[in-house]
Every structure is written in structure tokens, then in C-alpha cells.
């Protein structure tokens, strides 16, 4: 079965950068050619989760919020899915959430790790 962590989260200051991974266990979903869709979504407190970024097909595409601030990439050789952070602003303070849905429509989710973007 496949499963997904994230890690790389924590406490950084209004500007600064974080990156985010998301390794893949049980089979090298990040490595396949096809799919439908491989992103990063997150969860501001008292909000609905959002799409951050990601890859559904073609080039990325990423929530107009974090356009030309962040960005979405994978290695497949390591099986890992990374979301690069930059000019964080407190309101991206959220649990950031690991996405994959397979081209049979099978999707996984990690767990979430914590962004806290404060002064």
C-alpha cells in the first residue's frame, strides 16, 4: 500500500523560505509517467483545504496565493515530491498536505505537516 510523509515543516519568519518533501513508500508513484494528478494542498485554520500546486497533466499550476512564490517539483530516483517555499507571508501559516491520485483513480494523502510563518 502506498504511503506518503511529509516533512520539512516548522517555524520561519515573514520572507524566509522552507522546503517541503513528500517521500512515497510501497511503490514509486513520483517515478510513473502517468497519472492524474501529483500536488501539495493545505489547510489554514477555519478554512476549506486548498490547492497549493501541483503537476495534473501538463505544466504545474498553482493556486493564485502562491504564484511565483512557491514551487512544485519531483525525483523520481527518489521517490520524493518537493514544495519549494519563498517570501512566506503569515497567512501561509496551514498544515501542508501530499497528494497523488494514479491514473485508475486510486488517491493518497499524507498526513500533513505544520507551516508556521510568524514574527
Known amino acids: 500500500q502506498v504511503q506518503l510523509v511529509e516533512s520539512g515543516g516548522g517555524l520561519v519568519q515573514p520572507g524566509g523560505s522552507l522546503k517541503l518533501s513528500c517521500v512515497a513508500s510501497?511503490?514509486?508513484?513520483?517515478?510513473?509517467?502517468?497519472?492524474?494528478?501529483m500536488s501539495w494542498y493545505r489547510q489554514i485554520p477555519g478554512k476549506q483545504r486548498e490547492l497549493v500546486g501541483g503537476?495534473?497533466?501538463?505544466?504545474?499550476e498553482y493556486g493564485e496565493s502562491v504564484k511565483d512564490r512557491f514551487s512544485v517539483s519531483r525525483d523520481g530516483a527518489r521517490n520524493t515530491m518537493y514544495l519549494q517555499m519563498n517570501n512566506l507571508r503569515p497567512e501561509d501559516t496551514a498544515v501542508y498536505f501530499c497528494?497523488?491520485?494514479?491514473?485508475?483513480?486510486?488517491?493518497?494523502w499524507g498526513r500533513g505537516t505544520q507551516v508556521t510563518v510568524s514574527a
Open positions: 503537476f495534473f497533466g501538463g505544466a504545474a
Open positions: 497528494n497523488f491520485i494514479a491514473g485508475n483513480g486510486a488517491e493518497y
Open positions: 510501497g511503490d514509486s508513484i513520483f517515478a510513473v509517467k502517468a497519472y492524474r494528478s
